[in-house]
């Protein structure tokens, strides 16, 4: 499965492309972070980051698309912006006919470092071992919309998918219950941190 | 000058067009409510929106696009959900090479009955007097697209048009120097109740 995780931003819009077997391992397909200038009018700033997620719908041809779930923050306007942008992602979804997953920040820093208040540059750390790169992916939106993807891939599309049409996109990309021999290290490291923090029911720990 | 309003919204999203002469007499062409069902998956109701704001802009061929501007509410997720339509509105504009105008809610109140912080239903009453109707536009949805409009039309474009590429819809909808006889009772009424809050240098009274 083919899924396009997507970190909404007016700024820095992050586009990651990621191939799931359905197990644990995943693979980049691709990754890119579309930007605009605030100088420049927001609905023009729209239409361009809309143009770089239909090129990518296009060109990569994705089976489903995975969002960031925009909350309010402390800054009021840039969540405006965020929304707008996480709004014409989610329409591109359904113009292309792709399902469409939201996950919250909390839920993404969980399913890639067994922590959902993890450090920004830890969830760039494990995103590069997750998916064996040599470095990891810069900027932090690039890393990010990966992280989205691969979050998406791990807690199961058909828990958390905003689609009531889809029926066929059941069950993949849930959890597999056999961890088999195909892991990284990485990922076997994640799958036991996960284990373990399933077991002592702390998915989101707090700070120490 | 041909002006749609957009007064975003998930559940109701109200669309108004409207002909503005350039001066104070101004008339309402069409209003719509797209509305869409919280049960839907919200991808699903911005396309459904996303239709309905198609439709009005090729049929009515408007020459700008006016939509309030999303501010963060008590209630966050209707925000959200606010946000991600006023950001469809947005590249709608932008993809159909439409000025955009963006008001805020009490700019939009001010427009109409010259007090910023006016109740919803002296808007709904307002916007039938300036429109001459015979009676308020139902629900208030549309009453607040038709506002956005009106607001548009009066407030003048240049100075708050969210556009930087489109010089040459500079002054037009300025507020007009010569306030001539064309104007209906209920416009007389609106001018000399904006002049004599000018006057006092209070756009925005405080509740009594």
Redesign the interface.
């Known amino acids: 499965m083919r899924i396009m995780g997507v970190d909404p931003g007016m700024t820095r819009c992050g586009i990651g492309i990621v191939e799931s077997n359905g197990g644990r391992r995943i693979s980049m397909v691709a990754v890119d972070v579309a930007r605009t200038k605030p ?6 700033r ?2 361009m980051i ?1 143009n770089a997620i239909e090129h990518a719908i296009k060109f990569y041809k994705p089976d489903v698309l995975a969002v960031e779930r ?3 923050q402390e800054n ?1 306007r840039s ?2 912006g965020t ?6 992602v ?2 591109a ?3 292309s006919g792709l399902p ?1 997953g ?1 996950h919250t920040p909390s839920e993404v820093k969980a399913a890639v470092t067994g922590n959902g208040r993890a450090e920004k540059a830890q969830v760039q750390l494990m995103v590069q071992r997750i998916l064996t790169l040599d470095e990891p992916p810069r900027p932090r939106d690039a890393a990010d919309a990966l992280a989205i993807a691969i979050c998406h891939a791990w807690r199961g599309g058909a828990l958390h998918m ?4 889809r029926s066929q996109h059941g069950g993949a990309g849930m959890l597999p219950r056999a961890e088999g021999e195909d892991l990284t290290p990485a990922q076997r490291m994640w799958a036991n941190a996960e284990r373990l923090s399933r077991r002592h029911g702390a998915v989101e720990p707090k700070k120490p």
């Open positions: 100088e420049m009018a927001p609905h023009h729209l239409l809309w925009v909350f309010a009021v969540v405006t929304a707008q942008v996480a709004g014409i989610m329409l979804a359904a113009q469409l939201m905003e689609d009531t049409d």
